[in-house]
């Protein structure tokens, strides 16, 4: 989903407001849709004060489960 206004406002350096806006998208997805994925690290900011009272369905983000991803196969590695 597009976060009206979030893209200006990071760019113009207002960290605050862009991570307001983009809360404000994923507080609407959340009524609607079953799991959110953050595509972008710089929109974790967004969901960080979420409470988990606040947090409707399981927020994703993309770099973690990269992390994750990563962490797996250098197991696996090991166990070779």
């Not at 605050?16 to 959340?30: P, S």
């Not at 409470?51 to 994750?68: H, N, Y």
Request: with cysteine; glycine share 4%; net charge negative.
């Amino acid at each position: 989903a597009w976060c009206e206004g979030a893209y200006e406002a990071l760019f113009a350096g207002d960290r605050d407001k862009d991570a307001q806006h983009i809360r404000h998208t994923i507080m609407e997805l959340m009524a609607r849709n079953d799991v959110i994925l953050l595509a972008q690290s710089s929109m974790v900011r967004a969901i960080a004060s979420m409470s988990s009272e606040e947090q409707q369905v399981p927020v994703l983000t993309s770099p973690r489960l990269a992390l994750e991803r990563l962490r797996d196969r250098l197991q696996a590695l090991e166990g070779q």
